[in-house]
């Protein structure tokens, strides 16, 4: 007959956390990747590389729309000879001042 694992079988360090909604779901993923059996194998670890993996995915594809936008507004018909390298350049100075003034306008909040 098999057993049933529990929360605190599969993360050790349950008592850090006063309820199970409240863990990282990455932790817990972790966790169940390096669950040993009583062979010493990992039962689930395939399950857990497959969640992991599954949970880098970006849920929508807006930062690629976004990023489509600012490059047609860099390259346009007026500079449309412009070298990969400074396209990628500016593209990365335009996205990053993006998302640090709208972390800097979060923090004033």
């Given at each position: 007959?098999?057993?049933?694992?529990?929360?605190?079988d599969?993360?050790?360090?349950?008592?850090?956390?006063?309820?199970?909604?409240?863990?990282?779901?990455?932790?817990?993923?972790?966790?169940?990747?390096?669950?040993?059996?009583?062979?010493?194998?990992?039962?689930?670890?395939?399950?857990?590389?497959?969640?992991?993996?599954?949970?880098?995915?970006?849920?929508?594809?807006?930062?690629?729309?976004?990023?489509?936008?600012?490059?047609?507004?860099?390259?346009?018909?007026?500079?449309?000879?412009?070298?990969?390298?400074?396209?990628?350049?500016?593209l990365?100075?335009?996205?990053?001042?993006?998302?640090?003034?709208?972390?800097?306008?979060?923090?004033?909040?």
């Open positions: 007959m098999l057993g049933t694992l529990t929360f605190p599969i993360c050790p360090h349950f008592e850090e956390y006063e309820n199970v909604d409240k863990v990282d779901i990455v932790h817990f993923w972790s966790c169940l990747l390096h669950n040993t059996d009583a062979g010493g194998g990992h039962p689930f670890e395939a399950l857990a590389l497959f969640v992991i993996e599954a949970l880098t995915l970006p849920v929508s594809n807006a930062v690629v729309e976004r990023v489509f936008s600012f490059m047609n507004a860099i390259k346009g018909k007026q500079r449309n000879r412009l070298q990969m390298i400074m396209l990628e350049a500016l990365r100075l335009r996205v990053h001042l993006k998302v640090s003034t709208a972390f800097n306008q979060s923090t004033k909040s």
